[in-house]
């Protein structure tokens, strides 16, 4: 449910109110009091200041949110641009941009398998420059952005739903100073941007969206094994770009199918061997390469 979720997301932000710094700052607020509600249910205020007090997380914390805020404003921007296919590419390419930060920051070390996807996806960036006439930089952003906050993530000490509820904190007087500067400056933008009763149902349910799939998903992790999770992810990008080609009759011809082709090609090739290598270590069985 939280990749499918994620996966029809689109249709939710298309609808939103303003342009995307105006959607943004909505998504960011409304994120935070629904979070903040939440965790005062679940009583974990002193777990929040816990996590707060450990040396180091909140720069951590800083600057997961800094790389948070630039994916999600990156994928309003794309979805309201008529760009979901470029949106789901990106989450396409995520998988092997996290490889690649695994082993250039972290040292660990890639199989045989897990290089030949990587060399597929970096095959099929070239074949879609080529195409397009220039670097698909929506993509490439929104898999950047994600793959390093998702090391950022994997380093601080902190549990995923406290994680998100301090990031989106740091962000949240930055989001409502955004929202009134824009109020105040421009005359479709900010609170003037919202249309009618049925916009602040809009605003208000932004949180929900944001946060739901990410409750769901820590929930899920914990029970399932992670090569399941990892093969799962692949549902949110498959639902995102027959969005943007059934829904919203994107173009999708010439290159940009051999690109899409090679990369998916490296895909099948990252879980094959991601799923034989969990198999492999279930079974006690040591693997040589």
Do not use: C
């Not at 990892?230 to 173009?251: C, I, K, R, S």
């Amino acid at each position: 449910m939280a990749y499918v979720l994620w996966g029809v997301s689109p249709i939710f932000w298309r609808w939103g109110q303003g342009g995307a710094a105006d959607i943004l700052a909505f998504r960011i607020v409304s994120t935070v009091v629904f979070l903040l509600i939440v965790q005062v249910f679940r009583d974990r205020a002193v777990s929040l200041r816990r996590a707060a007090a450990i040396p180091g997380v909140p720069r951590l914390m800083l600057f997961a949110a800094v790389l948070l805020s630039i994916n999600w404003l990156g994928f309003i921007w794309a979805v309201n641009h008529d760009h979901v296919m470029a949106a789901s590419l990106g989450y396409f390419l995520t998988p092997l941009v996290s490889v690649l930060l695994g082993v250039f920051t972290l040292g660990e070390k890639l199989r045989s398998g897990q290089w030949v996807a990587v060399g597929f996806g970096a095959a099929g960036v070239v074949v879609l420059s080529a195409d397009l006439g220039g670097l698909p930089w929506i993509s490439l952003l929104l898999a950047g952005s994600f793959g390093l906050y998702g090391l950022l993530r994997k380093t601080a000490p902190v549990e995923s739903l406290d994680g998100l509820t301090l990031e989106v904190s740091l962000m949240g007087p930055l989001a409502a100073a955004a929202l009134v500067y824009l109020s105040v400056t421009g005359t479709d933008t900010g609170v003037s941007a919202v249309d009618g009763g049925w916009g602040w149902v809009w605003v208000l349910s932004a949180g929900v969206v944001t946060s739901t799939p990410l409750l769901l998903f820590a929930n899920a992790a914990r029970q399932i094994p992670l090569w399941l999770v990892g093969m799962l992810q692949y549902v949110t990008p498959t639902l995102q770009f027959l969005l943007g080609v059934l829904a919203y009759d994107e173009d999708w011809s010439g290159g940009q199918i051999v690109g899409y082709v090679v990369i998916w090609s490296g895909l099948v090739v990252f879980s094959a061997e991601a799923v034989r290598h969990a198999r492999q270590t279930r079974h006690g069985r040591r693997v040589v390469y």
